[in-house]
C-alpha cells in the first residue's frame, strides 16, 4: 500500500508539473504572438505572411489587440481634454457605442469569407480575423498616448492632434490592405476590386439583416394585435 501511494503520488506530482510547464509554454507563445504585432506594423508584407502561413499569430493576441481597441475608444471619451472630443453622455449608450466597432469587424470577416470563392481567395475566415484584428494595432498605440497629449497641449496645437489621430486610422487601413493582399495572395489592383466588393456585401448583409428584423417586428405585432382582440371580446 505504501508503495501504491508513493508511485500515485510520483504521477500527481509530474501531472501536476507537466500542467504548469503547458500553461508556461502557452503563457509565452502568446505573448510572443502578442508582440510580433510589433513587426507586422512595421514589415507588413513579410509579417502578415509568416502571421498566417507560418503560425507566428494567435486568437488570443488578436482578441487582446480588439480588447484594447475597444478599451482606447472607451478611454478617448472619458479621458480626452473637452478641447478636442465634446461629450454628452446623455446621448451615448456604451453597447452601441463598441458595437460601432464589434459590428462592421463580424460584417467585414463574413463579407470577405464568403468573396474568396468568386475572387479565389485563400485565406479563411479565421485567418482574415486574425490579420484584421493585427492591423489594428496602430490605433490603439497611437491613440493611448494622443488621450495623455491631449491634456497638455492647447487649442494652437490641436493640429499635431488631428494629424496623428487620422495617422491612426489611415495607418491601420493600409495594414488591413496589406493583410488581404497577403492571405488572398491577390495583386494590388485585385485588392483594391475585392475590398470594393466586400464592402458592398456589407451593405447587402445590412439590408437583409434590417429586413429580417422588420418582418421579426411585424409578426410579433400581428401577433399580440390579435391576442388582445381576443382578450377584448372574450
Request: glycine share 6%; proline share 2%.
Amino acid at each position: 500500500m505504501r508503495l501504491i501511494r508513493q508511485i500515485s503520488s510520483r504521477y500527481r506530482s509530474e501531472g501536476t508539473m507537466t500542467a504548469f510547464l503547458n500553461k508556461k509554454e502557452g503563457f509565452i507563445h502568446y505573448l510572443s504572438t502578442l508582440k510580433y504585432a510589433l513587426y507586422v506594423i512595421t514589415h507588413p508584407f513579410d509579417g502578415f505572411w509568416d502571421l498566417t502561413h507560418e503560425k507566428r499569430g494567435s486568437i488570443a493576441a488578436a482578441n487582446t489587440i480588439l480588447f484594447l481597441t475597444l478599451l482606447v475608444r472607451i478611454m478617448k471619451l472619458q479621458f480626452t481634454s473637452f478641447v478636442f472630443l465634446r461629450v454628452y453622455w446623455e446621448g451615448i449608450n456604451i453597447f452601441l457605442y463598441l458595437a460601432s466597432v464589434l459590428f462592421p469587424l463580424a460584417l467585414w470577416c463574413i463579407g470577405n469569407w464568403g468573396l474568396t470563392t468568386l475572387f479565389d481567395g485563400k485565406g479563411t475566415l479565421k485567418q482574415i480575423y486574425m490579420a484584421t484584428c493585427y492591423g489594428q494595432t496602430p490605433y490603439p498605440l497611437i491613440q493611448f498616448p494622443l488621450i495623455l497629449f491631449s491634456n497638455v497641449v492647447t487649442y494652437d496645437e490641436a493640429e499635431f492632434y488631428g494629424v496623428l489621430s487620422a495617422l491612426s486610422l489611415i495607418w491601420a487601413a493600409l495594414l488591413i490592405l496589406a493583410a488581404m493582399i497577403q492571405i488572398h495572395e491577390y495583386t494590388v489592383k485585385k485588392t483594391l476590386l475585392f475590398t470594393v466588393a466586400t464592402g458592398f456585401a456589407m451593405l447587402v448583409m445590412i439590408f437583409i439583416l434590417l429586413l429580417f428584423f422588420s418582418m421579426i417586428s411585424q409578426g410579433v405585432a400581428y401577433f399580440i394585435s390579435i391576442g388582445r382582440e381576443i382578450m377584448f371580446r372574450m
